[in-house]
């Protein structure tokens, strides 16, 4: 089976987390992706978060697979020739350097279109423009000024940020989404284009909901928060728990074995429709024909009793089991799967969605694949590069002689 972007070669100036994971997806759909380091030092993240001492950490290995990697200080002269090379050879450029890094590097958006008209060029941004465009941003950042911090946490806590990376990771698929289309608009047009996306735009993508749910506000409280009825609204989407978000309310009950296991737990949804089943089985058919509980409207006020007498009969019985029960009922659920179990779950496996890598240095360990399926391009896993372990055959690519790729590491351009 062929690879849907073999051919694709991509000038992989990314480091971290939101740059990386955009060029390993573009790998691993069979992307040549070139991954561009400082000699001797390489992206930071090879060092942080180490497990084993002087080995490339999980964090690096895992954001790094299918990639080869070159040194190359782009700020010496002969570096910059070799830099220039590279855009004159790549059909992509990818980066998410500090703002104006790349400029300062001598190579803004409108030399790199003379160097190669055809290139698109991809960038990661804390900001779009507006008055935070020049900061420096993490992961965290990107949750706190997107909306997702604001909106999540308990009702009278302090603004919580989640566990997904959905500004890094998050942003890192939406700019590879950026680069396939623009590839497939130069396929028409023949030139390249700036593709940029920024971290706070990525997140509050995310929380379209939560602007939904702004604007709903003004015409009344929100009868399916928490809030509703006894505790107060202000002028802002508020957090809300576990509430669903959506239209059908869901919350997350204890399952048997939570007073010792922290993951003992399962998010029930009440879907209208499915409400019925879900009562007799709890033991409530008596719900069923008191206007007090059988329409959805009547349960609003009181989403805290339903979901109480829930967890009185998911108490009894483990989270798969109440997977069991409910899942032929229709009533949408899903227990509390914790990162132990999903490392251990034998159908992910089998799909390649948790794939076990082999490093040379490091030895097995286990990776995250591609999520995206494809039927007719397959998406293997393979291992980080150490650093600058393709810088000679890369150089050679680019037409440097063996001298001059001497001369080039004699001089620390690579
Ligand atoms: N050769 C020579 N210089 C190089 C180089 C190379 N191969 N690779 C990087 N450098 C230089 C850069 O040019 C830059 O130099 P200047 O400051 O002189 O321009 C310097 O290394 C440091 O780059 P940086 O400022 O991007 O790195 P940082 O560690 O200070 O900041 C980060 C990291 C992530 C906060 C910043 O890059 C950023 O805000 N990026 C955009 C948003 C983003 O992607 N954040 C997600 C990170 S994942 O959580």
Redesign the pocket.
């Known amino acids: 089976m062929t690879k849907a972007l073999e051919g694709v070669r991509i000038l992989d100036?990314?480091?971290?987390?939101?740059?990386p994971t955009c060029t390993q997806l573009l790998a691993w759909f069979g992307a040549d992706v070139i991954k561009?380091?400082?000699?001797g030092a390489g992206d930071?993240t090879r060092g942080q978060l180490r497990d084993i001492p002087d080995v490339d950490s999980l964090y690096f290995t895992m954001l790094n697979h299918n990639k080869r990697s070159v040194?190359?200080?782009?700020?010496?002269e002969k570096?910059k020739d070799i830099f220039t090379r590279l855009i004159k050879h790549c059909d992509v450029m990818v980066e998410?350097?500090?703002?104006?890094?790349?400029d300062?590097?001598g190579f803004p958006w409108e030399r790199i279109q003379e160097i190669n008209p055809r290139m698109i060029y991809a960038s990661?941004?804390?900001f779009g423009p507006g008055p935070f465009e020049d900061?420096?941003?993490?992961?965290n950042v990107?949750q706190c000024t997107g909306g997702a911090a604001s909106t999540t946490g308990v009702l009278d806590g302090f603004p919580m940020v989640t566990g997904a990376?959905i500004?890094?990771s998050g942003?890192g698929l939406n700019l590879a989404l950026g680069v396939v289309t623009a590839l497939f608009h130069r396929e028409k047009s023949g030139r390249g284009q700036r593709v940029t996306c920024s971290?706070q735009d990525g997140v509050l993508n995310l929380c379209r909901v939560k602007l939904r749910d702004q604007q709903r506000l003004k015409h009344g409280p929100l009868k399916e928060y928490p809030q509703y009825p006894n505790g107060e609204f202000g002028d802002a989407t508020p957090r809300s728990g576990n509430a669903s978000g959506g239209g059908q309310p869901g919350w997350i009950v204890k399952c048997k074995g939570w007073e010792t296991d922290p993951d003992a737990y399962i998010y029930v949804i009440t879907q209208a429709a499915a409400f019925p089943e879900l009562a007799k089985v709890i033991g409530h058919a008596d719900w069923l024909e008191d206007p007090e509980w059988s329409t959805p409207e009547s349960r609003l006020p009181k989403l805290d009793k339903v979901f109480e007498e829930i967890e009185k009969w998911t108490m009894t019985k483990t989270k798969y089991e109440v997977m069991d029960i409910l899942n032929p009922l229709n009533v949408p659920c899903g227990p509390i799967i914790s990162m132990k179990e999903l490392s251990e779950e034998s159908s992910l496996k089998a799909t390649g969605t948790i794939v076990e890598v082999d490093h040379p240095e490091r030895g097995k360990y286990l990776t995250v694949g591609n999520p995206i399926k494809l039927s007719d391009s397959s998406s293997d896993v393979k291992r980080s590069p150490l650093l600058g372990e393709h810088t000679d055959e890369i150089l050679a690519e680019i037409g440097l002689s063996n001298q001059e790729i001497l001369t080039a590491k004699e001089e620390k351009a690579v």
Do not use: W
């Open positions: 100036m990314t480091h971290v987390q939101s740059g561009v380091e400082r000699p930071a040194t190359l200080n782009t700020k010496h570096g998410n350097f500090a703002p104006g890094a790349i300062r590097m990661v941004k804390g900061c420096k941003v993490y992961e990107a990376q500004g890094d942003t971290m």
